[in-house]
Protein backbone atom coordinates (compact mmCIF):
# COMPACT_ATOMS: atom_id res chain seq x y z
CA UNK A 1 0.00 0.00 0.00
CA UNK A 2 2.88 2.26 1.16
CA UNK A 3 4.88 1.23 -1.88
CA UNK A 4 2.55 1.24 -4.42
CA UNK A 5 2.00 5.34 -3.29
CA UNK A 6 5.38 5.74 -3.28
CA UNK A 7 5.70 4.47 -7.04
CA UNK A 8 2.49 6.21 -7.87
CA UNK A 9 4.17 9.52 -6.37
CA UNK A 10 7.61 8.80 -8.49
CA UNK A 11 5.83 8.14 -11.30
CA UNK A 12 3.27 11.31 -11.11
CA UNK A 13 6.69 13.64 -10.01
CA UNK A 14 8.21 12.25 -13.31
CA UNK A 15 5.45 12.79 -15.19
CA UNK A 16 5.10 16.57 -13.97
CA UNK A 17 8.81 16.91 -14.62
CA UNK A 18 8.22 16.09 -18.47
CA UNK A 19 4.80 17.96 -18.63
CA UNK A 20 4.70 20.76 -16.22
CA UNK A 21 7.92 22.85 -17.65
CA UNK A 22 7.20 26.65 -16.00
CA UNK A 23 7.87 29.33 -17.87
CA UNK A 24 10.74 31.60 -16.68
CA UNK A 25 8.92 34.53 -15.59
CA UNK A 26 6.81 32.02 -13.22
CA UNK A 27 10.36 30.53 -11.74
CA UNK A 28 10.69 31.64 -8.17
CA UNK A 29 13.38 29.23 -7.25
CA UNK A 30 16.46 28.20 -9.06
CA UNK A 31 15.78 25.08 -8.46
CA UNK A 32 13.30 24.84 -10.85
CA UNK A 33 16.07 25.38 -13.20
CA UNK A 34 17.04 21.84 -13.67
CA UNK A 35 13.13 20.99 -14.78
CA UNK A 36 12.85 23.94 -16.81
CA UNK A 37 15.91 23.27 -18.60
CA UNK A 38 15.22 20.27 -20.80
CA UNK A 39 18.84 18.84 -21.12
CA UNK A 40 19.88 22.72 -22.61
CA UNK A 41 23.01 23.97 -20.53
CA UNK A 42 21.89 27.12 -22.48
CA UNK A 43 18.66 26.97 -20.77
CA UNK A 44 20.19 26.20 -17.62
CA UNK A 45 22.50 29.32 -17.71
CA UNK A 46 19.77 31.55 -18.94
CA UNK A 47 17.69 30.37 -16.43
CA UNK A 48 19.82 30.68 -13.14
CA UNK A 49 21.32 34.16 -14.90
CA UNK A 50 17.53 35.63 -13.77
CA UNK A 51 18.34 35.28 -10.17
CA UNK A 52 21.46 37.45 -10.23
CA UNK A 53 21.40 39.91 -7.80
CA UNK A 54 20.42 43.05 -8.93
CA UNK A 55 22.16 46.72 -9.43
CA UNK A 56 22.02 48.58 -5.62
CA UNK A 57 20.03 45.76 -3.76
CA UNK A 58 22.64 45.86 -0.94
CA UNK A 59 23.29 47.78 2.07
CA UNK A 60 25.90 47.56 4.64
CA UNK A 61 24.09 45.18 6.96
CA UNK A 62 22.63 42.73 3.78
CA UNK A 63 26.07 42.28 1.84
CA UNK A 64 27.45 41.70 5.13
CA UNK A 65 24.95 38.87 5.62
CA UNK A 66 25.35 38.00 2.07
CA UNK A 67 29.31 37.34 2.36
CA UNK A 68 30.53 33.81 2.62
CA UNK A 69 31.26 33.57 6.26
CA UNK A 70 35.63 32.10 6.91
CA UNK A 71 34.03 28.21 6.73
CA UNK A 72 31.69 28.89 4.04
CA UNK A 73 34.51 30.22 1.78
CA UNK A 74 36.85 27.66 2.87
CA UNK A 75 33.79 25.03 1.77
CA UNK A 76 33.59 27.11 -2.08
CA UNK A 77 36.74 26.73 -2.34
CA UNK A 78 36.73 23.26 -1.42
CA UNK A 79 33.64 22.04 -3.64
CA UNK A 80 35.75 24.39 -7.01
CA UNK A 81 38.27 22.12 -6.07
CA UNK A 82 37.21 19.19 -6.13
CA UNK A 83 35.04 19.95 -9.58
CA UNK A 84 38.78 20.57 -11.32
CA UNK A 85 39.53 16.74 -9.60
CA UNK A 86 36.25 14.68 -10.91
CA UNK A 87 36.87 12.49 -13.36
CA UNK A 88 33.93 9.66 -12.16
CA UNK A 89 32.01 10.74 -15.03
CA UNK A 90 28.58 11.26 -13.20
CA UNK A 91 30.01 13.56 -10.69
CA UNK A 92 29.90 11.13 -7.51
CA UNK A 93 33.67 12.12 -6.43
CA UNK A 94 32.46 15.52 -6.08
CA UNK A 95 32.15 16.35 -2.38
CA UNK A 96 29.74 18.93 -1.57
CA UNK A 97 30.35 20.59 2.21
CA UNK A 98 28.06 20.45 4.57
CA UNK A 99 28.77 24.31 5.00
CA UNK A 100 27.20 24.71 1.44
CA UNK A 101 24.68 22.58 1.19
CA UNK A 102 22.08 24.84 2.70
CA UNK A 103 22.52 27.44 -0.05
CA UNK A 104 23.80 24.89 -2.74
CA UNK A 105 23.33 22.16 -4.73
CA UNK A 106 25.96 20.08 -6.99
CA UNK A 107 24.53 18.34 -10.08
CA UNK A 108 25.76 16.26 -12.65
CA UNK A 109 23.71 17.50 -15.63
CA UNK A 110 23.43 16.64 -19.26
CA UNK A 111 23.11 18.56 -22.44
CA UNK A 112 21.68 17.70 -25.54
CA UNK A 113 22.90 20.15 -27.64
CA UNK A 114 27.32 19.21 -27.19
CA UNK A 115 26.13 15.84 -25.87
CA UNK A 116 28.07 15.80 -22.85
CA UNK A 117 27.47 15.25 -18.90
CA UNK A 118 28.84 18.33 -16.65
CA UNK A 119 28.70 19.04 -13.02
CA UNK A 120 27.39 22.18 -12.43
CA UNK A 121 27.36 24.12 -8.80
CA UNK A 122 24.80 26.76 -8.00
CA UNK A 123 22.89 28.45 -5.62
CA UNK A 124 18.86 27.31 -4.74
CA UNK A 125 18.24 30.10 -2.30
CA UNK A 126 16.14 32.98 -4.12
CA UNK A 127 14.05 36.15 -2.08
CA UNK A 128 11.27 37.88 -4.14
CA UNK A 129 12.94 41.41 -5.42
CA UNK A 130 11.34 44.45 -6.82
CA UNK A 131 13.73 45.03 -9.88
CA UNK A 132 13.54 45.98 -13.31
CA UNK A 133 16.04 42.76 -14.18
CA UNK A 134 14.01 39.94 -12.46
CA UNK A 135 11.24 39.13 -9.53
CA UNK A 136 13.38 36.90 -8.00
CA UNK A 137 16.96 37.37 -6.58
CA UNK A 138 19.64 34.55 -5.36
CA UNK A 139 20.34 34.77 -1.46
CA UNK A 140 23.46 34.75 -1.58
CA UNK A 141 25.15 35.35 -5.17
CA UNK A 142 28.25 33.84 -5.19
CA UNK A 143 28.17 32.28 -8.51
CA UNK A 144 27.59 28.90 -10.93
CA UNK A 145 30.59 26.57 -11.51
CA UNK A 146 30.27 23.88 -14.16
CA UNK A 147 33.00 21.37 -15.30
CA UNK A 148 32.88 18.50 -17.45
CA UNK A 149 32.10 15.27 -16.17
CA UNK A 150 34.46 13.34 -17.48
CA UNK A 151 37.43 15.53 -18.49
CA UNK A 152 39.52 12.64 -18.92
CA UNK A 153 43.06 12.69 -19.65
CA UNK A 154 43.08 14.35 -22.98
CA UNK A 155 39.20 15.52 -22.66
CA UNK A 156 39.67 18.90 -23.02
CA UNK A 157 41.12 22.22 -23.31
CA UNK A 158 42.60 23.58 -20.17
CA UNK A 159 40.93 27.05 -21.00
CA UNK A 160 38.66 28.47 -17.88
CA UNK A 161 36.14 30.80 -19.60
CA UNK A 162 34.76 33.01 -16.90
CA UNK A 163 31.89 35.55 -16.77
CA UNK A 164 32.23 38.01 -14.25
CA UNK A 165 29.51 40.30 -14.85
CA UNK A 166 26.06 38.88 -15.64
CA UNK A 167 23.79 41.15 -17.27
CA UNK A 168 25.61 44.21 -17.16
CA UNK A 169 27.58 42.57 -20.05
CA UNK A 170 24.69 40.79 -21.56
CA UNK A 171 24.24 37.44 -22.92
CA UNK A 172 28.32 37.10 -21.39
CA UNK A 173 26.81 34.04 -19.29
CA UNK A 174 25.19 32.33 -21.76
CA UNK A 175 27.92 33.17 -24.36
CA UNK A 176 30.67 32.06 -21.85
CA UNK A 177 28.60 28.64 -21.81
CA UNK A 178 28.06 28.44 -25.09
CA UNK A 179 31.97 28.61 -25.92
CA UNK A 180 32.31 25.69 -23.15
CA UNK A 181 30.39 23.30 -24.30
CA UNK A 182 30.82 23.83 -28.38
CA UNK A 183 34.91 24.13 -27.76
CA UNK A 184 35.16 21.42 -24.98
CA UNK A 185 37.59 23.58 -22.55
CA UNK A 186 37.91 22.59 -18.79
CA UNK A 187 35.20 24.95 -16.72
CA UNK A 188 32.84 27.84 -16.41
CA UNK A 189 32.64 30.49 -14.09
CA UNK A 190 29.96 32.90 -13.91
CA UNK A 191 29.66 35.64 -11.45
CA UNK A 192 26.13 36.10 -9.72
CA UNK A 193 25.99 39.85 -8.68
CA UNK A 194 25.08 42.26 -11.20
CA UNK A 195 28.39 44.43 -10.50
CA UNK A 196 27.02 47.28 -9.12
CA UNK A 197 24.38 44.88 -6.50
CA UNK A 198 25.97 46.91 -4.08
CA UNK A 199 26.81 50.39 -4.68
CA UNK A 200 29.24 50.88 -2.22
CA UNK A 201 32.75 51.97 -3.36
CA UNK A 202 36.12 49.65 -3.09
CA UNK A 203 38.50 49.24 -0.87
CA UNK A 204 40.48 47.73 -3.74
CA UNK A 205 41.05 49.21 -7.06
CA UNK A 206 40.80 52.85 -6.03
CA UNK A 207 43.39 55.16 -8.26
CA UNK A 208 41.76 54.96 -11.53
CA UNK A 209 39.24 57.66 -12.92
CA UNK A 210 36.13 55.16 -12.90
CA UNK A 211 34.48 53.96 -10.11
CA UNK A 212 34.34 50.59 -8.92
CA UNK A 213 32.15 48.73 -6.88
CA UNK A 214 32.49 46.04 -3.60
CA UNK A 215 30.33 43.38 -6.29
CA UNK A 216 32.19 43.89 -8.87
CA UNK A 217 34.60 40.93 -8.99
CA UNK A 218 36.96 41.90 -11.34
CA UNK A 219 38.00 45.13 -8.96
CA UNK A 220 37.57 43.69 -5.64
CA UNK A 221 39.25 40.70 -4.04
CA UNK A 222 36.75 39.74 -1.54
CA UNK A 223 34.19 38.23 -4.20
CA UNK A 224 33.66 35.30 -3.94
CA UNK A 225 34.23 35.02 -8.20
CA UNK A 226 37.59 36.03 -7.31
CA UNK A 227 38.21 33.64 -4.49
CA UNK A 228 37.09 30.93 -7.26
CA UNK A 229 39.56 32.19 -9.63
CA UNK A 230 41.81 32.30 -7.25
CA UNK A 231 41.80 28.41 -6.55
CA UNK A 232 41.20 27.31 -10.47
CA UNK A 233 44.56 29.01 -10.99
CA UNK A 234 46.25 27.12 -7.92
CA UNK A 235 44.69 24.11 -8.80
CA UNK A 236 45.97 24.41 -12.89
CA UNK A 237 49.39 25.54 -11.19
CA UNK A 238 49.93 21.91 -9.90
CA UNK A 239 48.10 19.83 -12.77
CA UNK A 240 50.36 20.36 -15.66
CA UNK A 241 50.96 24.20 -15.48
CA UNK A 242 49.05 26.45 -18.28
CA UNK A 243 51.09 26.05 -21.15
CA UNK A 244 49.98 28.65 -23.91
CA UNK A 245 49.42 26.00 -26.71
CA UNK A 246 46.43 24.36 -24.37
CA UNK A 247 45.63 26.20 -21.43
CA UNK A 248 44.14 29.96 -20.62
CA UNK A 249 42.30 32.05 -18.18
CA UNK A 250 39.24 33.89 -20.61
CA UNK A 251 37.06 36.59 -19.57
CA UNK A 252 34.33 37.29 -21.49
CA UNK A 253 32.88 40.86 -21.00
CA UNK A 254 30.40 43.05 -23.35
CA UNK A 255 31.29 47.08 -24.22
CA UNK A 256 28.60 49.48 -25.25
CA UNK A 257 28.62 50.86 -29.01
CA UNK A 258 30.26 54.02 -27.56
CA UNK A 259 33.26 52.66 -25.88
CA UNK A 260 36.27 51.79 -28.11
CA UNK A 261 33.84 52.01 -31.29
CA UNK A 262 36.20 50.82 -33.74
CA UNK A 263 36.78 47.58 -32.48
CA UNK A 264 33.79 44.85 -32.38
CA UNK A 265 36.24 42.84 -30.36
CA UNK A 266 38.96 44.04 -28.27
CA UNK A 267 41.52 41.23 -26.57
CA UNK A 268 43.97 42.22 -23.77
CA UNK A 269 46.21 40.10 -21.57
CA UNK A 270 46.05 42.76 -18.55
CA UNK A 271 48.52 45.29 -20.26
CA UNK A 272 48.20 48.36 -20.97
CA UNK A 273 49.29 50.50 -23.86
CA UNK A 274 52.65 51.91 -22.47
CA UNK A 275 55.65 52.00 -24.74
CA UNK A 276 56.72 48.45 -23.22
CA UNK A 277 53.07 47.04 -23.06
CA UNK A 278 53.08 47.34 -27.18
CA UNK A 279 56.42 45.66 -27.28
CA UNK A 280 55.19 42.57 -25.12
CA UNK A 281 52.11 42.30 -27.66
CA UNK A 282 54.02 42.69 -30.83
CA UNK A 283 57.57 40.79 -29.57
CA UNK A 284 57.26 37.55 -32.19
CA UNK A 285 59.42 35.64 -30.26
CA UNK A 286 56.65 35.34 -27.43
CA UNK A 287 53.81 32.80 -28.18
CA UNK A 288 50.92 35.54 -27.16
CA UNK A 289 47.62 33.09 -26.92
CA UNK A 290 45.64 36.95 -27.12
CA UNK A 291 47.30 37.05 -30.58
CA UNK A 292 46.77 33.61 -31.55
CA UNK A 293 43.19 34.02 -31.12
CA UNK A 294 43.10 37.79 -33.01
CA UNK A 295 44.11 36.16 -35.86
CA UNK A 296 41.74 33.56 -35.30
CA UNK A 297 38.82 35.78 -34.61
CA UNK A 298 40.34 37.75 -37.64
CA UNK A 299 39.71 34.60 -39.65
CA UNK A 300 36.57 33.15 -38.76
CA UNK A 301 34.82 36.43 -38.36
CA UNK A 302 36.21 39.05 -40.90
CA UNK A 303 36.19 36.57 -43.94
CA UNK A 304 32.69 34.87 -43.51
CA UNK A 305 30.29 34.84 -46.02
CA UNK A 306 27.67 34.50 -44.03
CA UNK A 307 28.55 37.33 -42.04
CA UNK A 308 25.64 38.89 -41.33
CA UNK A 309 25.92 43.01 -41.53
CA UNK A 310 29.31 43.84 -42.35
CA UNK A 311 28.40 47.66 -41.46
CA UNK A 312 27.88 46.69 -37.94
CA UNK A 313 30.98 44.41 -37.35
CA UNK A 314 34.39 46.62 -37.07
CA UNK A 315 37.73 45.48 -36.53
CA UNK A 316 39.28 42.75 -33.81
CA UNK A 317 41.96 44.42 -32.01
CA UNK A 318 44.83 43.81 -29.81
CA UNK A 319 46.27 47.26 -27.63
CA UNK A 320 49.33 47.21 -30.22
CA UNK A 321 46.67 47.39 -33.23
CA UNK A 322 44.17 50.13 -31.85
CA UNK A 323 45.56 53.57 -31.03
CA UNK A 324 42.06 54.79 -30.79
CA UNK A 325 41.14 52.15 -27.49
CA UNK A 326 42.64 52.87 -24.67
CA UNK A 327 40.35 52.14 -21.89
CA UNK A 328 39.72 48.20 -22.27
CA UNK A 329 43.20 47.20 -21.67
CA UNK A 330 42.12 45.36 -18.79
CA UNK A 331 45.01 46.80 -16.80
CA UNK A 332 43.16 47.12 -13.45
CA UNK A 333 41.60 43.81 -13.19
CA UNK A 334 42.47 41.62 -10.10
CA UNK A 335 42.86 38.47 -11.53
CA UNK A 336 44.22 39.40 -14.48
CA UNK A 337 47.32 40.69 -12.36
CA UNK A 338 47.06 37.63 -10.25
CA UNK A 339 47.67 35.66 -13.01
CA UNK A 340 50.78 38.18 -14.76
CA UNK A 341 52.65 37.74 -11.99
CA UNK A 342 51.38 39.98 -9.53
CA UNK A 343 51.85 38.61 -6.13
CA UNK A 344 48.01 38.14 -4.57
CA UNK A 345 48.71 40.68 -1.70
CA UNK A 346 49.42 43.53 -3.85
CA UNK A 347 46.84 42.89 -6.76
CA UNK A 348 45.00 45.38 -5.83
CA UNK A 349 47.70 48.40 -5.45
CA UNK A 350 50.08 47.19 -8.33
CA UNK A 351 49.80 46.39 -12.31
CA UNK A 352 51.17 43.92 -13.81
CA UNK A 353 54.79 45.00 -15.32
CA UNK A 354 55.80 43.72 -19.10
CA UNK A 355 59.51 43.67 -18.44
CA UNK A 356 59.07 41.44 -15.50
CA UNK A 357 59.71 38.28 -17.11
CA UNK A 358 56.09 37.32 -15.19
CA UNK A 359 53.67 38.22 -17.89
CA UNK A 360 52.90 34.96 -19.96
CA UNK A 361 49.63 35.85 -21.41
CA UNK A 362 47.36 33.29 -19.44
CA UNK A 363 45.27 35.86 -18.96
CA UNK A 364 42.92 36.58 -21.58
CA UNK A 365 40.64 39.77 -21.66
CA UNK A 366 37.83 39.90 -24.30
CA UNK A 367 35.63 43.10 -24.69
CA UNK A 368 33.00 42.91 -27.16
CA UNK A 369 30.18 44.73 -29.25
CA UNK A 370 26.34 43.28 -28.92
CA UNK A 371 26.87 41.91 -32.05
CA UNK A 372 29.54 39.45 -31.00
CA UNK A 373 27.82 38.01 -28.56
CA UNK A 374 24.41 36.87 -30.45
CA UNK A 375 24.00 33.33 -30.09
CA UNK A 376 24.47 33.16 -34.31
CA UNK A 377 28.09 33.74 -33.45
CA UNK A 378 28.40 30.90 -31.30
CA UNK A 379 29.88 28.27 -33.19
CA UNK A 380 32.01 30.82 -34.89
CA UNK A 381 33.41 31.39 -31.42
CA UNK A 382 33.94 27.92 -30.22
CA UNK A 383 35.78 27.57 -33.97
CA UNK A 384 38.09 30.54 -32.37
CA UNK A 385 38.61 28.90 -29.24
CA UNK A 386 39.40 25.86 -30.95
CA UNK A 387 41.90 27.58 -33.07
CA UNK A 388 43.19 29.16 -30.67
CA UNK A 389 44.16 26.36 -28.14
CA UNK A 390 44.57 22.65 -28.95
CA UNK A 391 43.09 19.68 -27.25
CA UNK A 392 43.91 15.97 -26.73
CA UNK A 393 40.75 15.86 -29.43
CA UNK A 394 42.95 17.52 -32.26
CA UNK A 395 45.71 14.74 -31.57
CA UNK A 396 47.86 16.95 -29.05
CA UNK A 397 48.64 15.33 -25.44
CA UNK A 398 46.79 17.73 -23.28
CA UNK A 399 49.37 17.68 -20.22
C1 LIG B 1 12.72 18.60 -24.14
O1 LIG B 1 13.73 18.24 -25.08
C2 LIG B 1 13.31 17.22 -26.00
C3 LIG B 1 14.51 16.88 -26.84
O2 LIG B 1 15.05 18.03 -27.46
C4 LIG B 1 12.15 17.75 -26.84
O3 LIG B 1 11.73 16.74 -27.73
C5 LIG B 1 11.01 18.14 -25.93
O4 LIG B 1 9.99 18.72 -26.69
C6 LIG B 1 11.49 19.16 -24.88
N1 LIG B 1 10.40 19.41 -23.96
C7 LIG B 1 10.00 20.65 -23.68
C8 LIG B 1 8.82 20.73 -22.78
O5 LIG B 1 10.57 21.64 -24.14
C1 LIG C 1 19.24 46.70 4.67
O1 LIG C 1 18.48 45.88 3.82
C2 LIG C 1 17.73 44.90 4.49
C3 LIG C 1 17.15 43.94 3.46
O2 LIG C 1 16.57 44.65 2.41
C4 LIG C 1 16.67 45.60 5.34
O3 LIG C 1 15.88 44.63 6.04
C5 LIG C 1 17.39 46.50 6.33
O4 LIG C 1 16.44 47.23 7.07
C6 LIG C 1 18.33 47.44 5.63
N1 LIG C 1 19.15 48.10 6.63
C7 LIG C 1 19.38 49.39 6.61
C8 LIG C 1 20.28 49.91 7.69
O5 LIG C 1 18.91 50.14 5.76
C1 LIG D 1 8.21 39.69 -13.37
O1 LIG D 1 6.84 39.32 -13.22
C2 LIG D 1 5.96 39.97 -14.10
C3 LIG D 1 4.52 39.59 -13.73
O2 LIG D 1 4.41 38.20 -13.65
C4 LIG D 1 6.29 39.56 -15.54
O3 LIG D 1 5.46 40.24 -16.46
C5 LIG D 1 7.74 39.95 -15.81
O4 LIG D 1 8.11 39.52 -17.09
C6 LIG D 1 8.67 39.33 -14.80
N1 LIG D 1 10.00 39.85 -15.01
C7 LIG D 1 11.05 39.05 -15.23
C8 LIG D 1 12.34 39.73 -15.51
O5 LIG D 1 11.00 37.84 -15.21
C1 LIG E 1 43.81 9.96 -25.07
O1 LIG E 1 44.19 10.03 -26.43
C2 LIG E 1 44.91 8.91 -26.87
C3 LIG E 1 45.39 9.21 -28.28
O2 LIG E 1 44.42 9.88 -29.02
C4 LIG E 1 44.01 7.68 -26.78
O3 LIG E 1 44.73 6.53 -27.20
C5 LIG E 1 43.56 7.51 -25.33
O4 LIG E 1 42.64 6.44 -25.23
C6 LIG E 1 42.91 8.77 -24.80
N1 LIG E 1 42.67 8.65 -23.37
C7 LIG E 1 41.50 8.96 -22.81
C8 LIG E 1 41.43 8.79 -21.33
O5 LIG E 1 40.56 9.39 -23.43
C1 LIG F 1 24.18 23.92 -30.45
O1 LIG F 1 25.14 23.33 -31.32
C2 LIG F 1 25.20 23.91 -32.61
C3 LIG F 1 26.14 23.07 -33.45
O2 LIG F 1 27.36 22.85 -32.83
C4 LIG F 1 25.65 25.35 -32.48
O3 LIG F 1 25.71 25.97 -33.74
C5 LIG F 1 24.67 26.10 -31.59
O4 LIG F 1 25.12 27.42 -31.39
C6 LIG F 1 24.53 25.40 -30.25
N1 LIG F 1 23.51 26.06 -29.47
C7 LIG F 1 23.78 26.53 -28.24
C8 LIG F 1 22.64 27.20 -27.57
O5 LIG F 1 24.84 26.41 -27.69
C1 LIG G 1 60.90 39.62 -26.70
O1 LIG G 1 60.80 38.66 -25.66
C2 LIG G 1 62.02 37.98 -25.40
C3 LIG G 1 61.73 36.88 -24.40
O2 LIG G 1 61.17 37.40 -23.23
C4 LIG G 1 63.05 39.00 -24.89
O3 LIG G 1 64.27 38.35 -24.64
C5 LIG G 1 63.23 40.08 -25.94
O4 LIG G 1 64.07 41.10 -25.44
C6 LIG G 1 61.88 40.70 -26.33
N1 LIG G 1 62.04 41.58 -27.43
C7 LIG G 1 61.57 42.82 -27.45
C8 LIG G 1 61.78 43.60 -28.69
O5 LIG G 1 60.99 43.30 -26.47
C1 LIG H 1 57.23 38.62 -10.54
O1 LIG H 1 57.01 37.36 -9.91
C2 LIG H 1 57.73 37.18 -8.71
C3 LIG H 1 57.53 35.75 -8.25
O2 LIG H 1 56.17 35.45 -8.16
C4 LIG H 1 57.26 38.20 -7.68
O3 LIG H 1 57.97 38.06 -6.49
C5 LIG H 1 57.44 39.60 -8.25
O4 LIG H 1 56.90 40.53 -7.34
C6 LIG H 1 56.77 39.73 -9.60
N1 LIG H 1 57.10 41.05 -10.15
C7 LIG H 1 56.22 41.83 -10.76
C8 LIG H 1 56.71 43.18 -11.13
O5 LIG H 1 55.10 41.49 -11.03
Partial sequence: MLLASYFSALVLSIVLKFWFIPNPQSISSPKHCLSYSNSSLDDLITCLDAFTVPPNYYNVSSYQAAQPTDTELEAWKDVIWSMLDTQAGDCSDIILPEALDKYYAL?????LNSTTSYCALFETTSAPVVSDYQN?????????????????R?????????APHPQADIFTSQQAAAIFALARTKSLLISGRFRSAFRMKTECITTTKQLYYKTDPTHDVNEPFHAANRVILEWQTVNGGCPSKTCAYVQMHGKGASSCPDDTIFISSGLGASPSSIAWYTNTT?????????????????????????SIWR???????????TILTATSNVF???????????????????LSGNVTGQFVHIEQAIVSREREMYEMWAEVFRMTWSGADEGEEVV
Avoid: M, Q
Fill in 154 to 162: NGSRHVHIS
Fill in 286 to 310: LDIPARRLRDAARSVFLSSSSFPSP
Fill in 315 to 325: DISLPSDSSTC
Fill in 107 to 111: TPFFD
Fill in 136 to 152: YTYVKGWGVFVVPASPG
Fill in 336 to 354: GRLVNGVPENTVCTTAAEP
